[in-house]
């Protein structure tokens, strides 16, 4: 009589069950919640760092600009146009952006359909910034016309064509006498302390103070881009920091 063969073990089922499939999306949603805070943290502080280089960038080409014109600062500009909002702006419209525009590196233009256009104007934005309001008419940094000096006429360093003053020459800025009120600030010498006295700042909705505001300043950020702080470049064209009452940190 003929042998059946042995009856062979049925393989073992190798799906997940519902609730594992349940327990391992919610581990993986433990995960990406417990990541994305130190993912932000790290892309911000990314961000301040290149915001910190682009200002320390410009910095370098109002340097490069005193050096070829005996001394002066960049100017007279207008106090209502400001890094990255110059597209279609010219020195003779008083554009910061153009006057060190060779400095550093956007003296290439290119023919577009007929017109000359600059490269991107990356230098003169903060990656921050964009990142939360991603419009080339906005502007990206603040230029200080508040500060005035009362030697040389009661006018902003960078003068303005708005009242046909001239810019002051390194040697007027060195000299500057320290005209605030508040004894906590005031200079124990009487001159100011340029490396404490800010030029060009981080912009939002809240930054310009007593400095004149562009039209499209309502678009701005409610709050500092950067969270407690701004960054600045200072008179004496290092970068640093602002507490939000702009005193330097």
Same mark, same amino acid.
């Given at each position: 009589?003929?042998?059946?063969?042995?009856?062979? !073990?049925?393989?073992?089922?190798?799906?997940?069950?519902?609730?594992?499939?349940?327990?391992?999306?919610?581990?993986?949603?433990?995960?990406?919640?417990?990541?994305?805070?130190?993912?932000? +943290?790290?892309?911000? $502080?990314?961000?301040?760092?290149?915001?910190?280089?682009?200002?320390?960038?410009?910095?370098?080409?109002?340097?490069?600009?005193?050096?070829? *014109?005996?001394?002066?600062? %960049?100017?007279?500009?207008?106090?209502?146009?400001? %890094?990255?909002?110059?597209?279609?702006?010219? =020195?003779?419209?008083?554009?910061?952006?153009?006057?060190?525009?060779?400095?550093?590196?956007?003296?290439?233009?290119?023919?577009?359909?007929?017109?000359?256009?600059?490269?991107?104007? +990356?230098?003169?934005?903060?990656?921050?910034?964009?990142?939360?309001?991603?419009?080339?008419?906005? %502007?990206?940094?603040?230029?200080?016309?508040?500060?005035?000096?009362?030697?040389?006429?009661?006018? !902003?360093?960078?003068?303005?064509?708005?009242?046909?003053?001239?810019?002051? +020459?390194?040697?007027?800025? +060195?000299?500057?006498?320290?005209?605030?009120?508040?004894?906590?600030?005031?200079?124990?010498?009487? $001159?100011?302390?340029?490396?404490?006295?800010?030029?060009?700042?981080?912009?939002?909705?809240?930054?310009?103070?007593?400095?004149?505001?562009?039209?499209?300043?309502?678009?701005?950020?409610?709050?500092? =881009? *950067?969270?407690?702080?701004?960054?600045?470049?200072?008179?004496?064209? *290092?970068?640093?920091?602002?507490?939000?009452?702009?005193?330097?940190?």
């Amino acid at each position: 009589m003929r042998r059946l063969p042995p009856l062979r !073990p049925l393989p073992l089922q190798t799906a997940f069950t519902l609730i594992e499939l349940l327990v391992v999306i919610a581990i993986i949603a433990i995960l990406a919640a417990l990541l994305l805070p130190v993912v932000n +943290t790290i892309r911000a $502080q990314g961000d301040a760092t290149k915001c910190q280089a682009n200002l320390r960038q410009m910095g370098t080409g109002i340097a490069g600009y005193i050096g070829d *014109h005996d001394g002066r600062l %960049p100017g007279p500009l207008d106090p209502l146009v400001y %890094p990255a909002n110059t597209t279609s702006k010219t =020195v003779a419209e008083g554009s910061f952006v153009e006057f060190i525009a060779p400095y550093i590196g956007l003296s290439t233009t290119k023919q577009v359909q007929g017109a000359e256009t600059r490269k991107a104007q +990356t230098v003169t934005t903060c990656p921050a910034l964009v990142r939360l309001v991603n419009d080339p008419k906005l %502007p990206s940094f603040v230029m200080n016309f508040a500060d005035k000096m009362e030697d040389v006429g009661n006018q !902003p360093p960078w003068g303005s064509i708005k009242d046909g003053s001239q810019p002051v +020459t390194v040697a007027a800025l +060195t000299s500057w006498r320290d005209d605030r009120r508040d004894q906590r600030e005031v200079s124990a010498n009487g $001159q100011m302390n340029l490396a404490r006295r800010w030029a060009i700042k981080d912009v939002d909705k809240h930054a310009f103070g007593d400095t004149p505001a562009p039209a499209e300043a309502g678009s701005l950020p409610d709050k500092p =881009v *950067h969270g407690e702080y701004r960054n600045a470049l200072f008179y004496d064209w *290092h970068v640093g920091r602002l507490d939000l009452e702009d005193r330097a940190k």
